[in-house]
Every structure is written in C-alpha cells, then in structure tokens.
C-alpha cells in the first residue's frame, strides 16, 4: 500500500513556462518531505524539502507547497529550464527526518520542450 | 568532495552466485541506507542502520544482508542472487534532514 504518491508518470512543459509536480501522501506521522531530482545513470540529488509546520518553501526558482490538510505538496519550477529534465521523486519522513529512512514516491518524469 | 561512494557500478550475476556491494560515505553521518530502483517502482528500503553496530530492515529485506563495518562503511550482501534481484542499488547517509546518494549500482542477475 503506498504511502507516497506521485500518480503522474510523466509532465510536458514548455520551456520558460511553469512546471508542477503533485505528491499525496497516506501516512499522517509524516512530518517532513523532500524532493529529489535524478538524471539518467546518476544518484537521486536533494532539491528542496519543507517541515510539516510550514506550508511554503522556496529556493530560487523552486519553490514546495503543503496542504496538511489534504496531505498533499506540490513542487512548483518556474521558469522551467531544459536542464530541468529528469525524473522528480517526492518523499516523506517522520519525527522530523527520521533515522528509519525516506519513504519515496515513483517519481514523475519531467520533460522541458523547447 | 567523494560523498557517498558505492562500488562497483556493474555487475552482472549468474542465479546463485553471491556478491557483496560496498557503500563509504566521507560526510561523518550516523544513519546509512540501502534501496533499490526498479522500474516504475521509486526506491524502496532494503535495510538501514541508524549507527555504527545498528542494523534494521527496511520494507523489501528478503535475500539480503548488511554490515555496518564502521561508521563509513555499510555493505549490502546477496547471498544466492536471484533474478527478482536484477535492479540499481543505491546507498545513502543522512544529515537528518537530508540523505545524499551514492552514484547506484546496476545489477542484472541472469
């Protein structure tokens, strides 16, 4: 049973326009959440996380909202860059990072258009 | 700046051989991890170790073991390997806050 969702496979963007990514998540003992980025042969990298006591994060062009209520979190890219091209995995951790590890979602694959 | 290493990169298996992959972080971290990635499955936990001399399984433990040499050092052993293993195997610490990845381990067990 998954406790992190990301139910889109894949996201088309136009370069220079908005790029949004949407993670749901089950488990309420989830306190922290982070988003990582891979590319293709390479380890997941950290982007941005956000404590459950705030609902915004933002750094540079990347910004995360949370919705406790609706347990679900968004990653907001704006402008989108082709760098920007990979797969976005959400996770979730509980009592504020957790020892006992992340838990991930499938990851959305983001695709920058020219 | 190594960060979190793993080796090897390939490995290709025959069903019933036993490899062990090795993972050393440079970063003085207390908690390292092992998942695996397949294909539209995100990473799952294999095992975790909170310390040095502490181990725990993660959610997909089965067919597998870890030793947590020292503090740097946290290897994931296949004893038999099966092809349900074929996978990429990533190691990573923690900052509490936030875990940093090794560059993954592809296996294909055949």
């Known amino acids: 049973d998954q406790q992190v969702k990301q139910n889109s496979p894949s996201l088309s963007v136009q370069e220079g326009r908005i790029s949004i990514l949407n993670c749901d998540y089950t488990n309420s003992m989830f306190d922290y959440f982070l988003w990582y980025k891979k590319y293709p042969a390479e380890g997941p990298t950290f982007l941005i996380s956000?404590?459950?006591?705030?609902d915004k994060n933002e750094d540079g062009r990347f910004t995360v909202f949370l919705n406790k209520s609706a347990k679900h979190l968004s990653l907001h890219i704006v402008p989108s860059q082709p760098g920007d091209s990979a797969v976005y995995f959400c996770?979730?951790?509980?009592?504020?990072?957790?020892?006992?590890?992340?838990?991930f979602g499938k990851g959305t694959h983001l695709i920058i258009q020219p | 700046n190594a960060g979190v290493t793993q080796t090897p990169k390939f490995q290709v298996l025959k069903t019933g051989q036993s490899m062990t992959l090795q993972c050393a972080q440079d970063m003085n971290h207390n908690s390292m991890y092992w998942y695996r990635q397949d294909p539209g499955m995100g990473l799952r936990l294999i095992y975790y170790?909170?310390?040095?001399?502490?181990?725990d399984k993660g959610e997909v433990p089965n067919g597998y073991n870890v030793s947590r040499l020292n503090k740097r050092e946290f290897s994931l052993r296949l004893e038999s390997a099966a092809p349900s293993q074929t996978s990429v195997y990533f190691c990573?610490?923690?900052?509490?806050?936030?875990?940093?990845f090794g560059q993954g381990t592809r296996l294909t067990v055949v």
């Open positions: 990573a610490s923690d900052a509490e806050t936030e875990a940093f």
């Open positions: 170790s909170a310390s040095e001399g502490t181990t």
């Open positions: 956000i404590s459950s006591i705030k």
């Open positions: 996770a979730a951790s509980g009592l504020g990072g957790g020892a006992d590890g992340l838990t």
